[in-house]
């Protein structure tokens, strides 16, 4: 079955035994969503008891908001997103790596938008967008209720390259959105800061349930895509043909054109907002590391001008910490870095993985290949590699080709016969790497200076080359597979 939006996404579920279900069980929005989800499959950083691959949830009945659904947990499983993406689980990198480098541009329709079925304006007497979303809070201490599953899509003021990513929105009024831009990390925050230094506002779509392929391939970052880079394009690769976008009713910019729900407005230049003006909780959303993120302060304001969307349309929302997050985020990290490695090296790290533990973007495990003497020291080079490729990376595990890096078990197999501390770790102290990591924070350590200041580490289980005889694992003998192909 192709799938082409969220609705032939899920019709491919709903063919998988065990991998969507649903309930008529009217649910609170307001934090009793999110924690009857870490309970069905939330999986990640999410604290236990969590099931690390649970279905995907569609929640039929939901409290205040008549006739509305939610969907959770859509990407939550690898088998689920290669499934998705129509390839092996354990290929999902690689797949994303060709597809970044050979991109299909987007298109603009002018042919009526299924996202546009049904039409909202704020000049609308009853336009609320606390009625018109069932926006759900994660936890009780949540800044408000958020959009966390939002592809937004804006154009550059002065070169028109256009790109799309994710970030989190907080509903603040019944026409106002926070969004969070971490400063010069993502190319939206670029474009907002340059139309502030024009003094004009920036046009933005926020697209909701849409294509898993856009919503994984908006998740890459520089150096892989850099500015002027339209994510859109990697899932019109994966795809084999252009997304399709839309313009929109009420701003001059585009839209995806069959997502199920698309906010219109403009990022106000120049107005700040604090994040939980209306809760005073002093967080905004469990963010991938586990932890509920501090309110930022310095949330940019959109004012919104329209809302569209199909009709009975499916609200998507995603657990910060959760294994969709890990989904989103690690599978790009995964192609940046081999993406890098086969130019710089080819053929010496056989695989990526971005490991669940560190939020799809903490830690990375590589695969390595030596085959000749001079190749002892490359597993090294790679790491170095991989953290110039993925600049927020702050550990790598080396292990050998014959180490199964989707098994935590048997990465720390390796680890636990292959490596010695003393001689295998390498720390390389005062970098850069990511905020949100509560122990890259000078009160943690002395040798931190400042918030986001981190110790890259690595740690090399591989073999020596010279010793690889003397580590070469039991042998056990071939078996005819489809003679025991019912227990296999």
């Not at 657990?319 to 081999?338: D, K, R």
Request: glycine share 6%; charged share 25%; proline share 7%.
């Amino acid at each position: 079955m192709v799938v082409n939006d969220l609705r032939s996404a899920l019709e491919v579920l709903r063919q998988m035994d065990g991998q969507l279900v649903e309930t008529d069980i009217e649910v609170d929005p307001e934090a009793e969503l999110a924690g009857v989800y870490r309970h069905v499959g939330a999986g990640g950083t999410v604290m236990r008891p969590t099931k690390i691959d649970g279905p995907a949830m569609i929640f039929n009945n939901i409290k205040n908001h008549k006739d509305a659904r939610v969907l959770i947990g859509l990407l939550a499983s690898r088998e689920r997103v290669a499934k998705l993406m129509d390839c092996r689980k354990e290929e999902l990198g690689k797949l994303l790596c060709r597809a970044a480098l050979n991109p299909i541009e987007p298109v603009v329709s002018e042919e009526k938008a299924p996202c546009q079925e049904v039409i909202h304006k704020v000049t609308d007497p009853d336009f609320d967008l606390f009625k018109l979303f069932p926006a759900p809070t994660n936890t009780p201490m949540d800044a408000g209720p958020y959009i966390t599953m939002g592809m937004c899509y804006a154009t550059h003021p002065d070169t028109g390259c256009s790109d799309v990513t994710i970030h989190r929105m907080c509903i603040q009024s019944k026409d106002e959105l926070s969004i969070f831009l971490q400063p010069g990390s993502r190319h939206i925050g670029v474009m907002a800061e340059r139309a502030t230094e024009l003094g004009q506002p920036l046009p933005i779509s926020i697209s909701i349930g849409v294509d898993p392929a856009i919503e994984v391939g908006s998740c890459f970052e520089p150096p892989t895509t850099p500015l002027g880079y339209n994510e859109l394009s990697i899932a019109g690769a994966i795809r084999k043909t252009p997304v399709v976008l839309a313009p929109c009713v009420s701003i001059k910019e585009n839209a995806i054109a069959n997502a199920e729900y698309v906010i219109e407005g403009e990022i106000q230049p120049g107005i700040r907002v604090v994040e939980d003006q209306n809760t005073h909780t002093g967080y905004a959303m469990p963010e991938f590391p586990g932890y509920n993120g501090l309110a930022s302060h310095e949330c940019w304001l959109i004012k919104v001008k329209a809302v569209t969307h199909r009709k009975n349309p499916i609200m998507q929302t995603v657990i910060g910490p959760s294994e969709e997050h890990v989904n989103l985020a690690g599978i790009p990290t995964e192609a940046s870095i081999y993406n890098m490695l086969e130019k710089a090296l080819p053929g010496k790290v056989t695989n990526v993985y971005a490991h669940p533990s560190g939020g799809g973007k903490y830690m990375a495990v590589l695969q390595c290949r030596k085959t000749v003497h001079t190749d002892e020291g490359k597993q090294r080079q790679a790491a170095l590699l991989a953290f110039s490729a993925f600049p927020e990376l702050k550990h790598v595990i080396l292990v050998d080709e014959d180490v199964d890096i989707f098994d935590t078990r048997d990465v720390l197999w390796a680890m636990n016969t292959r490596f010695q501390g003393d001689r295998d770790i390498i720390t390389i102290p005062g970098v850069r790497c990511h905020p949100l990591d509560p122990s890259s924070d000078p009160a943690y350590s002395q040798s931190i200076s400042d918030k986001g200041i981190s110790c890259k580490t690595i740690f090399d289980c591989t073999v020596p080359f010279e010793l690889k005889d003397k580590f070469a694992r039991a042998k056990f003998m071939d078996i005819d597979e489809e003679k025991w192909k019912d227990f296999i």
